[in-house]
């Protein structure tokens, strides 16, 4: 009974302790949630570092130079081997008969050759710059995802900005609203009619409608931009930014712009590649009628464990079941199938003229494409300004109203109207901050964000100067 006692205490004792020590991993193992607080640039470089995707496209950059090493195959070696083993007849002039009478023996035959390539009419070189071509194709593929990349956590930035934007306005308009109605509902004669008062509540239904469309695109964005970066779905995320504003600067010539997107940008890149890939597969079908040389070396043994009887001479070696040969020369080979040959070669060289053809077409497109993206933003920036201008007038209109209605010369509608007017006209302006910010980020990805850099400057002057603001009246 001692015993069982004291295993009973040892086994409980084991079990409190495997707990803790259990716990105690599962504490060091579990990563606490993080407050990553970030700024534009903290944004863009985590999603450079960290997106799933781009990581896809260093592998398959891999996979091309990989694919490039196979293409280099002059000189390199390539062993071939071949075994076999089969059971043969004891008596080869009764070959038939003493198979299916059990006179049997196991022959066992190693073939080992070697050929190493010497030439191949210019085929491997070809080959090689195909398979180089592929390199540099995933390369510009990959600068040109870190461009989409880029442009998209810009996007996600801004739209957080001026989502938060956007919630402080409307929840300020949906308090001073709130406070309006206590006010009226507690007077005994009200300012405001009941119809006026009615018209307060259903605007402020619809501010708060908007509230919520503006929270949810604001933790959609968030998330989107968790993903972008890598970050866990419960870690948090706040900005350092707190407002937002346009970016202040002055843009470079279209012509500067087109010359650089021509020049850097990844998908006219791709274009060319397209257009000599297609050119080097058809000059490789050509290549294909010419012989390949290489040096060859070979060791061939067989052997059986019983004798075969009555081998003669008509046989292709004295004895085919028991030998040992080797053997080194110049090996030549080839495959002259003109027909087939000459159906590939057409098709090629029809296939190398439509990318020509294709490329001219697909460059005019990426052409006006820029031309696009960089009146758009030219546009966006006057936008801002008007917007502004006319957020300007009405804080003017609110002013004047307010103190007509003061001096008992105004109306209460239009007090209303004004205030009203001033709480769309200054989300109007956020809009317009935000369409063009992301106008510049387009052209930015259209250019390469490092020509963009080198072409767009920032001058050192405030912003409403910048942008030729009015004074806005307070």
Same mark, same amino acid.
């Given at each position: ?25 599962? +504490?060091? %193992? ?5 407050? $990553?607080?970030? @700024?534009?640039? *903290?944004?863009?470089? =985590? ?104 442009? +998209?956590? %810009? ?5 957080? $900005?001026?989502? @938060?934007?956007? *919630?402080?306005?409307? =929840? ?158 110049i090996q030549i080979s080839g495959t002259l199938d003109f027909h087939g040959a000459l159906a590939r070669i057409k098709k090629t060289k029809a296939e190398y003229f439509k990318a020509v053809w294709d490329k001219e077409i697909a460059s005019k497109g990426l052409q006006l494409e820029l031309k696009k993206s960089f009146l758009i933003a030219k546009n966006d920036k006057e936008n801002v300004t008007r917007a502004k201008k006319a957020e300007s007038l009405a804080h003017q209109m609110l002013f004047l109203s307010k103190s007509n209605y003061d001096i008992g010369i105004g109306e209460k509608n239009d007090y209303t109207e004004a205030l009203q007017l001033v709480l769309v006209t200054r989300g109007q302006y956020y809009k317009a901050v935000f369409d063009y910010n992301v106008a510049l980020a387009d052209l930015q990805q259209k250019v ?27």
């Open positions: 009974m001692l015993t069982r006692r004291y295993l009973t205490y040892f086994f409980l004792v084991f079990v409190f302790l495997f707990c803790i020590g259990s716990l105690k991993a599962n +504490q060091e %193992t579990t990563t606490p949630n993080k407050k $990553l607080i970030l @700024s534009m640039e *903290d944004c863009v470089k =985590l999603a450079l570092e960290n997106n799933e995707k781009l990581k896809g496209m260093g592998l398959a950059i891999q996979a091309a130079e990989n694919q490039r090493k196979e293409a280099n195959a002059a000189f390199w070696p390539i062993f071939e081997y071949e075994y076999r083993v089969a059971p043969v007849p004891t008596d080869a002039t009764r070959a038939f008969d003493s198979f299916f009478e059990g006179q049997l023996a196991f022959f066992n035959s190693i073939r080992f050759k070697t050929i190493v390539p010497l030439f191949a009419s210019g085929q491997m070189r070809t080959a090689e710059k195909l398979a180089n071509g592929g390199v540099i194709a995933a390369n510009e593929n990959k600068i040109k995802e870190q461009e989409d990349v880029t442009y +998209q956590v %810009t996007q996600l930035y801004y739209g957080i $900005l001026l989502a @938060s934007e956007l *919630d402080s306005l409307l =929840l300020d308009s949906i308090k001073k609203i709130d406070t309006k109605l206590k006010e009226e509902e507690a007077k005994e004669t009200p300012d405001y009619s009941p119809i006026e008062l009615l018209k307060l509540k259903v605007f402020k239904i619809d501010l708060e409608k908007r509230l919520a469309e503006t929270n949810q695109n604001r933790d959609l964005a968030k998330e989107g931009l968790k993903i972008q970066i890598g970050a866990g779905p419960e870690d948090e995320i706040e900005l350092i930014s707190k407002s937002l504003k346009p970016e202040v600067v002055n843009l470079a010539s279209m012509e500067e712009y087109l010359n650089a997107s021509l020049e850097h940008r990844p998908e006219f890149n791709l274009l060319n590649i397209g257009v000599e890939t297609k050119k080097m597969q058809y000059k490789l079908e050509k290549m294909k009628l010419g012989p390949k040389a290489g040096a060859a070396f070979f060791i061939d043994v067989g052997r059986t464990h019983r004798e075969i009887k009555n081998l003669g001479m008509k046989d292709d070696y004295n004895d085919p079941f028991n030998y040992s040969r080797a053997g080194v020369g390469g964000w490092i020509n963009y850099e080198h072409l767009t400057k920032h001058p050192n002057i405030p912003e409403y100067e910048f942008f030729n603001y009015d004074e806005e009246v307070e």
